[in-house]
């Protein structure tokens, strides 16, 4: 017996690639959104990962640092060094924000990590690709190479200016966005810093205050603009973890003692891929529901036009002694087959077009294999109709009125 | 004739009616009719006489009211019973001849007539040589790897009739087959029919309108609202 369903494509092929190719456009948008999931779950692991901590120590009741803002004194990390199992705890600041350079600016976020030797510190870069890292204090810059910036490159933050020293790769926080490191410092400063006009108004305006402006208590005022202009809090705590420590006792340890709130490696991930990306990957799994609905009714409606197109020979078939089976089979295979057009031609679209996309996308085996299943899971659905439609054709109407 | 009469096609009292109650139509009103192997008959009468009715009755498309068919020593219709598989029926005895060709339009000529026996279990080879074998009797062997839609209406009808032969089924239905065509090519088909059913045995029906061919049966029924007149033809010699 010949394969009917083959022999017809073969005879229309140029319809049957073109919408397989259409299809397969359909197919590579959603391998893609996948993807783009994927990437956001990925990048905030790199993140947990390349910040190299076992324990976030954050504002209690927040859900800092990334996903809530979070804000702890910058002493608090002398207190938790005490602590049974705790190797190391250093501050760190995060804030998002467009860093300028000469004219243009990009979106990154800015990290300030506590000085102290390279690979000692939790926050640190782990390694670069190019450069060192930051040596000194103040005023250098260890950037990610995403944000397109070299070496030795001037950048403005704030009012302040720093010497780009390093590039590291993938380095991005959780919503993509590529990292810059700068020192502690800098970064409170940063985050606190008002411009001049704003400076010089508010240090008006407590000059204007009897309270705090006593001419009997000499110092007073100076004292109380001194703590006014110096930010002494930080977001998060990193700490690490000396071997043979669980990270739950030593968290629950801090908590008892340091009344803060402190999550593991874990806890953290669950914040990162259940509530600060969850709404995003709600919005994803719309687009995929929307593209499958839209990739069925496109091989549904293609399949069911092939058929119409065929009733009359379908009636002849029939009506020759052809089985429904072999009938059915033959609108099953081409909508197999449409399908198999459509995944191969979107497989290679999303592969060759996932480098492209300003966000990281991640296109992974289980996706692409789902991604298969569910194509051909549509495409049988979609041809029901069709096999239904054929099915009912009488073979009487072959012969005619 | 003789020899053969309890043998071809034989349909007795049968009754098609369409629809219930007050808007039943009966089709056909008691028809009887009976085709020896190697017979040619016409079928002729005014539209909405029951024509096609009778041949989807036949053809086993549609299962009569009442009334008895038998193919060859075989009852398939009897007052309600009928043959369980009646696609087996169609494709083992029955060949279906149309006015338009419907030839299947993804398959080329030898695949179109070598698809039947393919159906019935056939080795593709074993079918196609079948196809091409009835294509060079029909002399239309030279056009055997052509798809359907580069043939003139000629070839397609006699593709169309190798397709209805390739079976070598015991009755051939041919609904109005020589409509499309000229004059020369009708009888050329006329001739065909002829040929296959002294070659083959082959009991075969022509509905037909057509004044050119009429004059060939040597035995014709007449339908009328449903009722059978049979009649003697002219018989008119078939040589070119
Ligand atoms: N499916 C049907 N349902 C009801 N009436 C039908 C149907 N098919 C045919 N008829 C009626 O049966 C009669 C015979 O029709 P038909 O066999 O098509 O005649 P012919 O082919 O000779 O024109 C007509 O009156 C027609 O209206
Ligand atoms: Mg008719």
Redesign the interface.
């Known amino acids: 017996m010949i394969s009917l369903a083959s022999r017809d494509i073969l005879h229309g092929w140029g319809k049957f690639v073109f919408t397989g190719i259409g299809l397969g456009l359909l197919i590579g948008v959603t391998l893609v959104m996948a993807g783009v999931y994927r990437g956001m779950v990925d990048d905030g692991k790199a993140l947990l990962d390349n910040s190299g901590a076992d324990l976030w120590v954050v504002q209690r009741d927040t859900l800092g640092p990334y996903a809530e803002s979070s804000s702890v004194h910058d002493d608090t990390y002398r207190g938790l060094l005490g602590l049974r199992g705790v190797e190391r705890a250093a501050n760190i600041t995060y804030l998002t924000m467009q860093v300028r350079k000469g004219t243009q600016d990009v979106r990154a976020m800015v990290v300030g990590i506590t000085a102290g030797q390279p690979g000692q510190v939790p926050g640190w870069p782990p390694y670069l690709v190019a450069g060192r890292q930051i040596t000194r204090g103040h005023y250098e810059a260890v950037a990610d190479i995403a944000t397109g910036f070299r070496i030795g490159d001037r950048l403005s933050i704030r009012r302040n200016q720093y010497t780009v020293v390093g590039l590291t790769r993938r380095m991005v926080s959780s919503s993509g966005d590529p990292m810059v490191f700068i020192p502690l410092k800098d970064a409170q400063e940063a985050q606190f810093l008002k411009d001049n006009d704003a400076i010089w108004q508010s240090r008006r305006r407590t000059e204007a205050n009897p309270a705090l402006n006593r001419p009997g208590v000499p110092g007073l005022l100076d004292a109380v603009l001194a703590s006014q202009s110096t930010n002494p809090y930080v977001n998060a705590v990193l700490v690490t973890l000396e071997p043979g420590y669980a990270p739950d006792e030593v968290a629950d340890s801090i908590r008892r003692w340091q009344r803060l709130t402190v999550y593991t490696r874990a806890q953290m991930e669950d914040i990162l891929v259940g509530k600060l990306i969850a709404t995003s990957a709600r919005q994803i799994g719309m687009f995929l529901v929307i593209l499958a609905v839209v990739s069925a009714a496109i091989v549904a409606f293609i399949i069911y036009t092939l058929t119409m197109d065929k009733i009359r020979e379908i009636a002849v078939l029939k009506l020759i002694g052809t089985r429904n089976r072999t009938i059915a089979g033959m609108i099953l295979q081409q909508a197999v087959a449409l399908g198999l057009i459509g995944f191969v031609v979107g497989k290679i679209a999303a592969t060759f077009s996932a480098p492209f996309f300003p966000k990281y996308v991640l296109l992974v085996p289980a996706d692409t294999i789902a991604g298969f299943a569910a194509v051909m899971i549509i495409c049988v659905l979609a041809s029901l109709v069709s096999i239904r439609l054929a099915l009912r054709v009488d073979p009487a109407e072959a012969i005619g009125g | 004739m003789s020899i053969h009469a309890g043998r071809g096609i034989r349909i007795e009292g049968l009754v098609k009616r369409y629809g219930h109650g007050d808007t039943a139509v009966d089709a056909l009103k008691g028809v009887n009719m009976h085709v020896a192997p190697g017979e040619v008959v016409g079928l002729i009468g005014p539209s909405g006489s029951g024509k096609?009715t009778l041949?989807?009755c036949l053809?086993a498309?549609?299962d009569p009211t009442a009334g008895r068919m038998t193919l060859g020593d075989e009852s398939i219709f009897d007052n309600g019973w009928k043959v369980r598989d009646l696609?087996?029926l169609?494709?083992?005895k029955i060949g279906?001849v149309?006015?338009a060709p419907?030839l299947?339009?993804?398959?080329n000529v030898t695949?179109n007539v070598a698809?039947?026996p393919?159906?019935?279990g056939i080795p593709?080879a074993a079918a196609r040589a079948q196809a091409l074998a009835l294509l060079t009797a029909l002399d239309i062997q030279h056009r055997a790897e052509a798809?359907p839609s580069q043939l003139s209406g000629g070839e397609q009808q006699r593709v169309a009739i190798a397709?209805g032969l390739v079976n070598r089924p015991p009755v051939i239905l041919a609904?109005e087959p020589t409509a499309p065509l000229d004059s020369a090519r009708a009888m050329a088909v006329v001739r065909i029919l002829n040929d296959m059913a002294s070659q083959f045995q082959t009991a075969i029906i022509v509905v037909t309108h057509d004044e050119k061919i009429i004059p060939t049966f040597k035995r014709i029924y007449h339908i009328r609202d449903g009722v059978t007149h049979e009649e003697a033809g002219e018989g008119r010699s078939l040589s070119a």
């Open positions: 096609s041949l989807k053809g498309v549609i696609r087996a169609r494709r083992d279906f149309f006015q419907y299947i339009p993804f398959l695949d698809l039947l393919m159906l019935a593709n798809m397709r609904d």
